[in-house]
Nanobody, 124 residues
Framework: QVQLVESGGGLVQAGGSLRLSCAASGGAFSRYAMGWFRQAPGKEREFVAAINWSGSNTYYADSVKGRFTISRGVAKNTVYLQMNSLKPEDTAVYYC?????????????????WGQGTQVTVSS
């Protein structure tokens, strides 16, 4: 059974940093593309960052470019999201997702496995 488990969320002041982790199990995740999405109260789920199967290619939403970094662990079944210079508008539930493809994908409909989400709250 495919499972994605996020961790690392919490409360941080504006300008601070958090590192989210996503541990994947139950599938050949070393060959999967992975992504992070977020959803704020009353808003649609939005793309944050994505990484291809090898970690050689990444892509970011304009709103987080230069502040967030997505990476994969050595075993490829763990994905991280390093978030620096956090802003109150980054407050949301952050979701990890996996897509059974070697290429980098950004559309949520291409991801078939999702974690339960982790709350990130940035205070001003």
């Amino acid at each position: 059974q495919v499972q994605l488990v996020e961790s690392g969320g919490g409360l941080v002041q504006a300008g601070g940093s958090l590192r989210l982790s996503c541990a994947a199990s139950g599938g050949a995740f070393s060959r999967y593309a992975m992504g992070w999405f977020r959803q704020a109260p009353g808003k649609e789920r939005e793309f944050v960052a994505a990484i291809n199967w090898s970690g050689s290619n990444t892509y970011y939403a304009d709103s987080v470019k230069g502040r967030f970094t997505i990476s994969r662990g050595v075993a490829k079944n763990t994905v991280y999201l390093q978030m620096n210079s956090l802003k109150p508008e980054d407050t949301a539930v952050y979701y990890c997702a996996a897509a059974n493809t070697l290429r980098l994908v950004t559309a949520p409909e291409e991801y078939m496995n999702w974690g339960q989400g982790t709350q990130v709250t940035v205070s001003s």
